[in-house]
């Protein structure tokens, strides 16, 4: 039969010789094979797969970065994997690297699913990280999963055999990523348990001082660290961690408290020191005077020490008498030692009310002593409102002139509008209210009321001077030069004769008598009439000098009482 097919072979004849040949093998391209090498030529091996032809593997890929391996000989039985049974050569396509991958691959992700470290080791640098052999696989190692912390200098890791968590497979791309940085974490958290157990809050421990941030620093205590935060460093104020420690240095800190969730140790140096604020009451008593150093200064107030741990705070309202609205900064500077009186303790909050005004003479009680009610004073108009002025007076205090209290005669409105701010004026003392921190002023009081008294009554005759002319009448003034009078004598009034009651016969600044015919004290008005006054003084010449019953004319009686007129005046 062998004889036939080798005569006349068909297509299966040669298929089945083939399989003959290779003794029921069944290799196929892309798998992992045992081969066993026959020779060792220069740099390479040749390698015998049970095919007709052998492999060329280098000798380079027998050996792993970081292994080392016995040199290889004839003989030796090793595993490759088949790319192709026959290239161009005529030889097999055989790699000991690519079998190693495959190998690896497979036991890798056995791994993976076990969620269990593996070893490897960092070959290479690369964008963003570094590239990590895991026994024939290579792996992805991101520069954030290297350590717990950023590491400047990687050189001690290279080369060396350590272990790998992996953090993601993805095997049609060939990709792994895996991580350093969560091994340590997982045996840096079993060792942090471990030493937690060991610890009691309460308990006092020397530690080293191995980070300094803003908030505070960070304590070894011997495998785990603990955080000293800044208010617990010292009773006083610390503004900085660094005013107090240094990295380096050995401190006796006490456990104030121990989280068993988080793991977190919060340490305290202040608590093993006297609290400053046992008796505070007794020390500082409401009402007392104490000097004190400016510590901090805030938008609400500035913060006094008034010992090392005990601070007050002077809320900007108890700053100064006079200056309102300001910023605490304007008033105080920090380190500025000044005298303050406390004004409130309350030990259960730690809490001291300072008041820096009530250390100095109040203002306005001292005003009232240098300037009783009735004194004149004198200031500058600092500011005309609606409602008065406002005059600078001594010590940066402010006095207010009512509008009722400008001008006797004229309106609030009208008067106002005869100062000017920065102009200087006199004024009276009206009243002071301490408490609420006012002082009211009078600028028309300065004369007195024109309308107490006697000063002007039904009959009396006045002489004014015409200060507008309008077409009912004419307005005049008279009285005190300083606080005058105003009224309006009507059309009526300015004559007896109906030819003369003519309000253009007089001019601003001519000066007319006239009677006094009414005076309302409660509306301040009083009303004159020149009409009256001329048949009062003909009424008082008749009865002088004879009437026209008598045969007198009225002519000559009153020529006889104006030449008596002229010769007093």
Do not use: C
């Amino acid at each position: 039969m062998a004889n036939d097919i080798s005569l006349n072979p068909s297509r299966d004849d040669f298929a089945a010789l083939l399989d003959e040949s290779l003794g029921g093998r069944d290799f196929m391209e892309g798998q992992v094979v045992h081969g066993k090498v026959v020779a060792i030529e220069k740099d390479f091996a040749i390698v015998d797969v049970g095919l007709k032809t052998e492999g060329r593997v280098p000798l380079k890929e027998f050996t792993a970065p970081g292994e080392d391996r016995p040199p290889l000989k004839a003989g030796d039985t090793v595993e490759v994997f088949l790319e192709r049974v026959e290239n161009a050569m005529g030889e097999a396509v055989i790699s000991r690297e690519k079998a190693r991958r495959e190998e690896a691959w497979t036991r890798l992700e056995e791994v993976y699913a076990k969620n269990e470290p593996v070893m490897g080791v960092i070959v290479g640098r690369v964008k963003g990280g570094f590239t990590v052999d895991l026994g024939g696989a290579s792996a992805f190692l991101p520069g954030s999963q290297v350590d717990i912390r950023p590491v400047r200098d990687v050189g001690p890791l290279m080369g060396k055999e350590q272990p790998f968590a992996i953090l993601k497979m993805d095997r049609p791309r060939g990709n792994i990523v895996v991580s350093r940085r969560a091994i340590l974490e997982e045996a840096r958290a079993e060792q942090r348990t471990e030493l937690v157990s060991q610890l009691q809050e309460g308990e006092v421990r020397e530690g080293v001082v191995k980070n300094i941030t803003d908030y505070g620093a960070f304590v070894d205590l011997g495998g785990i660290d603990g955080l000293l935060h800044v208010t617990d460093m010292s009773w006083k104020r610390v503004n900085h961690p660094s005013q107090v420690l240094a990295v380096g240095d050995t401190v006796k800190v006490q456990i104030v408290k121990i989280n068993p969730d988080t793991q977190r140790i919060s340490l305290g140096m202040k608590q093993l020191q006297s609290d400053p604020w046992d008796g505070v009451e007794a020390k500082y008593p409401v009402g007392a005077k104490f000097t004190g150093r400016i510590t901090n200064i805030t938008d609400y107030g500035a913060f006094v020490e008034l010992e090392p741990g005990v601070e007050g705070l002077v809320h900007v309202s108890e700053m100064s008498w006079t200056k309102k609205n300001v910023h605490p900064g304007k008033i105080v500077s920090t380190s500025q030692e000044v005298d303050v009186v406390v004004l409130d303790v309350d030990p259960s909050k730690r809490r001291v009310s300072l008041g820096l005004k009530q250390a100095l003479a109040n203002p306005w009680e001292k005003f009232v002593q240098d300037h009783p009610i009735g004194t004149v004073v004198e200031g500058e108009v600092k500011n005309a409102t609606e409602f008065g002025l406002f005059i600078g007076l001594d010590n940066d205090i402010d006095g207010m002139v009512h509008l009722s209290d400008l001008d006797w005669a004229m309106s609030g409105e009208e008067a106002i509008a005869k100062y000017q701010k920065g102009e200087t004026v006199k004024a009276r003392v009206l009243d002071v209210d301490v408490e609420k921190e006012r002082i009211s002023l009078g600028i028309k009081q300065l004369a007195g009321d024109p309308l107490q008294g006697d000063t002007f009554r039904k009959g009396q005759t006045v002489t004014t001077t015409v200060t507008e002319v309008t077409s009912g009448g004419i307005e005049v003034k008279f009285g005190d030069e300083e606080a005058p009078m105003t009224a309006f004598i009507r059309k009526s009034d300015l004559s007896r004769d109906r030819a003369d009651q003519r309000p253009e016969r007089f001019a601003v600044g001519d000066r007319v008598d006239a009677q006094v015919t009414n005076v309302d004290k409660a509306a301040r008005r009083i009303s004159l009439s020149i009409k009256s006054l001329e048949m009062a003084e003909e009424k008082e010449a008749i009865e002088q000098f004879g009437s026209s019953d008598s045969g007198a004319s009225l002519g000559d009686i009153l020529g006889a009482a104006l030449r008596e007129k002229a010769s007093k005046e």
